[in-house]
C-alpha cells in the first residue's frame, strides 16, 4: 500500500507526522501539508479541538472520526486523557451513539453479518483486510445497556468495547474486530425508519437464529483460528444459550454475564474489607435477573464458595428478585434463573416478597441493583437495608447513568454518609458533611480487557469459569494494594489494573490446562508480568519503508 491509499487506511494513516524520506519513497509527496509533525504535536492539537466541543454525543462522533482517519493518533489521544475520555468513547455517551448510529454513521468499520448475507459468511471474513485477528467482540444488539433492542446500532458498542481493548487491554487495534450479528429487530420504529442501516424485518428466533450464529461461528474459525469472541449485549435468553453452546467451540466467553459477575464481586470484596469484615458475612440482594443481575448472583456465590460456606448456607444468603419479585424455587421461570431460586421454605412467615420485604425479612446488608429502574432504590429501601448493618453497601449499578437505581448524593444522604456506594456509571464525588464521598465505578473495562488480553497471550483453548474468577480477584488485590479505601481504582489506571488482572488469568489457564503458549510454563509471576508488558501495544509511530526489498530509511 502506498500514496493515496495509505492516508485513507487508518491503521497506517500518520497523517502530517510522515517524515520527508517517508513522503518520497511512499508516494505521498505533494499529498501533505509541508510541515513533519510529531505524535506529541498531533494529540495536543486534536485535544485542543476536542476541548472546544461542548455535547457528549459530538465528542463521541469527533473521536470516532479521529479512529477512523488515523488509528495510532486516537489511541495516543486517548490514552493520554483515558478518564475524561471513557465515558464519552463508553457509557454513558455509547448508549447515545447506539441509539443514533444510523445518523451519525461516516465509514464503515468491522464487520457486519445480517440475514442477506450470512450464506456468505465465509467470503465476507475474507473481505476483512486483517489477518491476525485475536479479539472479536461480537452483539446482536438485543439488550444494549439498559435500553434493550437497538438493532444495527449495537456496533457502536462492538467499536467502542475494543477501543477499550487496545487502550486498557493492550491488544493491538489491528488484531481487533468489531462484529455485527444483525438478525433484524423487534421495534417497529426501526422497520419503518428511512434512515434506520439495518435489515428491516423482525428479529430471528429459535433454531433459525441458532443457524445463524452457527455459520458466524465456523466462518470465524476459517478465518481466524487463534480468535477469541466476547460475547456482548444479547438479551438474556440468548445470552446464556450462546454462551452455553460455543464457550467448548471456539474461546470465549459474555460480558454480561461473566465480566459484569467479576468486576461486582471484586468490588464486594474491597468494601467488606474496608468495613473489616469477610465476604461470607453478608446477606445479599440483586435486584434484576438479566444477564447481568444472573452473572452477579453467580460470582456472588462463587466468592462464598471460595470463603467455606455450603450451598445451603449461600442459598440464605443470596436473593435474587426479577421484576415479579423474589426468585423462588416454587415460581415459573426462566430455566436460567432456576440455579438463582431461593427455597421456598426459606421464606415461610415472611411478610411479603417484594424488594423492601425481602430486605427487611432476609436482613440484607449487601443491595446490588441491575435492574435498569431508576430510582427502585427509593428512601425506605436504602434505609431498611442501613437497619441492618452501620455500613450498608449499596450499588445501583444500571447503565447508562439515567437508569441508575438510585443517585449516590442520595443513598449517602439517607444513610448518613455511611453507605458505601459504587455504580455502574461514571459519578462525580458527593460532598456531605464535609466529607468527600469518592463513587467507586464498577466498570466492566476493569476486567475485560485484562481478562481478554490474558486469554490471548495464553493462547487458550477455553475461557473457564476460574479464569473469570481469577480477574475478579486480581481486580481486588489490585484495588486493595493501590487504593486500600476504594471499591474500585481510578479509571485513570486502567491500564495498570488490566496488566494485573492478564497475569493472574494466565496463572489460571496454565493451572486449568487450558493455555497452549507453552513458553509460559514455569515462569514466576515476575516472569509473567514482564510478558505481558512486554506485549501490551503502545500507541508509536513506526518508521515505514517500501516493501520489496527497497532499503530501510
Known sequence: MRGFPLLRFPL????????????????LDGLLAPQVDTLDALVERQYA??????????????????????????????????????????????????????????????????????DRAGAALANV??????????????????????GFGG?????????????AGGVGPDKTLPVELDVGTGRADLRDDPAYLGVKHERLTGDEYLRFVDRFVEAT????????????????????EVLSRYRRVVPSFNDDI????????????????????????????????????????????????????????????????????????????EDYKRALATPKALTDGWAGTDLESVIREARATVLLGLSGQPGIFSEGVVRATHANTPRPLVFPLSNPTAFAEALPADILAWTGGQAIVATGSPFDPVSLHGEMHEIGQGNNAFIFPGLGFGAILARVREVTDEMV??????????????????????????????????VAVIRQALADGVATEFTLRGQSDAGLLDTVRR???QPTYLPFRPSGGHPSM
Open 12 to 27: 497506517l494513516n500518520k497523517g502530517t507526522a510522515f517524515t520527508e524520506a517517508e513522503r518520497e519513497a511512499l508516494g
Open 49 to 118: 479541538e476536542y476541548a472546544q466541543i461542548t455535547e457528549p454525543l459530538d465528542r463521541h462522533v469527533f473521536l470516532r472520526n479521529l479512529q477512523d482517519r488515523n488509528e495510532v493518533l486516537f489511541y495516543a489521544l486517548l490514552s493520554a486523557h483515558v478518564e475524561e475520555m471513557l465515558p464519552v468513547v463508553y457509557t454513558p455517551t455509547v448508549g447515545l451513539a447506539v441509539q443514533r448510529f444510523s445518523q451519525i454513521y461516516r465509514y464503515p468499520r468491522g464487520l457486519t453479518l445480517s440475514t442477506r448475507n450470512i
Open 129 to 150: 483486510p486483517l489477518n491476525d485477528v485475536r479479539i472479536i467482540v461480537a452483539t446482536d444488539s438485543s439488550a444494549i445497556l439498559g435500553i434493550g433492542d437497538q
Open 155 to 167: 456496533m457502536a458498542i462492538s467499536i467502542g468495547k475494543l477501543s477499550l481493548y487496545t487502550v
Open 221 to 240: 474459525l476459517q478465518r481466524y483460528p487463534k480468535a477469541i469472541i466476547q460475547w456482548e449485549d444479547f438479551s438474556k435468553d440468548a445470552a446464556f
Open 258 to 333: 461473566q465480566g459484569t459477575g467479576a468486576v461486582v464481586l471484586a468490588g464486594v470484596l474491597n468494601a467488606c474489607r474496608m468495613k473489616g469484615e469477610a465476604l461470607r458475612d453478608q446477606v445479599v440482594v440483586v435486584h434484576g435477573a438479566g444477564a447481568g443481575g444472573a452473572g452477579v448472583a453467580l460470582a456472588i456465590r462463587e466468592g462464598m464458595r471460595r470463603e467455606g460456606l455450603s450451598e445451603a448456607e449461600i442459598a440464605a444468603r443470596v436473593f435474587v428478585l426479577d421484576s415479579r419479585g423474589l426468585l423462588t424455587d416454587d415460581r415459573r421461570m
Open 469 to 502: 474468577t481469577a480477574a475478579a480477584y486480581a481486580l481486588a488485590e489490585y484495588t486493595q494494594a493501590n487504593h486500600p479505601g476504594r471499591t474500585y481504582p481510578p479509571v485513570d489506571e486502567l491500564s495498570h489494573a488490566s496488566i494485573h488482572v492478564a
Open 535 to 537: 506485549k501490551f501495544w
